[in-house]
């Protein structure tokens, strides 16, 4: 049984924003959850009801199914996807910095296989080509820059 909930909460301009959470419970657990902010108490009622609706009537969205899709996508397709995103404005030395990632190693591996160990190893070989790390990882500093 699929059931809604809205909690109001005040950010820290004093403006109110509603949460309303959507949860399923079986044998007293939960077996999904899920949560979206509104600016409107009722925006966050009609979100609720019909979420729902479309979970009693289709039944619980299937994680195996959504794995499948997140499997086969690899870093060079989110970064691809990223860079061709219509609302994303990049700098050149974004999009130059997304393409040589695009060219390493790390583009051809699956996201569900991607590790720490992959992006250490991308940094330590980025490090030895004497360049900055820092422009491959969303702009955090991970390795100082090599003089």
């Given at each position: 049984m699929?059931?809604?909930?809205?909690?109001?909460?005040?950010?820290?301009?004093?403006?109110?924003?509603?949460?309303?959470?959507?949860?399923?419970?079986?044998?007293?657990?939960?077996?999904?959850?899920?949560?979206?902010?509104?600016?409107?108490?009722?925006?966050?009622?009609?979100?609720?009801?019909?979420?729902?609706?479309?979970?009693?009537?289709?039944?619980?969205?299937?994680?195996?199914?959504?794995?499948?899709?997140?499997?086969?996508?690899?870093?060079?397709?989110?970064?691809?996807?990223?860079?061709?995103?219509?609302?994303?404005?990049?700098?050149?030395?974004?999009?130059?910095?997304?393409?040589?990632?695009?060219?390493?190693?790390?583009?051809?591996?699956?996201?569900t296989?991607?590790?720490?160990?992959?992006?250490?190893?991308?940094?330590?070989?980025?490090?030895?080509?004497?360049?900055?790390?820092?422009?491959?990882?969303?702009?955090?500093?991970?390795?100082?820059?090599?003089?």
């Amino acid at each position: 049984m699929a059931f809604f909930t809205i909690e109001k909460r005040l950010r820290s301009d004093g403006t109110a924003r509603y949460r309303c959470t959507v949860a399923v419970k079986q044998n007293g657990k939960y077996v999904h959850r899920e949560n979206k902010t509104f600016s409107k108490n009722t925006l966050a009622k009609s979100w609720g009801a019909k979420r729902v609706a479309y979970i009693e009537e289709h039944g619980l969205p299937e994680p195996e199914k959504e794995m499948k899709e997140i499997s086969v996508i690899t870093v060079g397709d989110l970064l691809t996807q990223y860079e061709n995103h219509p609302n994303i404005t990049l700098g050149a030395s974004k999009r130059s910095s997304l393409r040589t990632l695009g060219r390493s190693f790390l583009a051809e591996i699956k996201l569900t296989d991607l590790t720490a160990k992959h992006i250490i190893e991308h940094c330590q070989t980025r490090k030895s080509a004497r360049t900055c790390a820092f422009h491959y990882l969303s702009g955090r500093i991970v390795f100082k820059c090599c003089a």
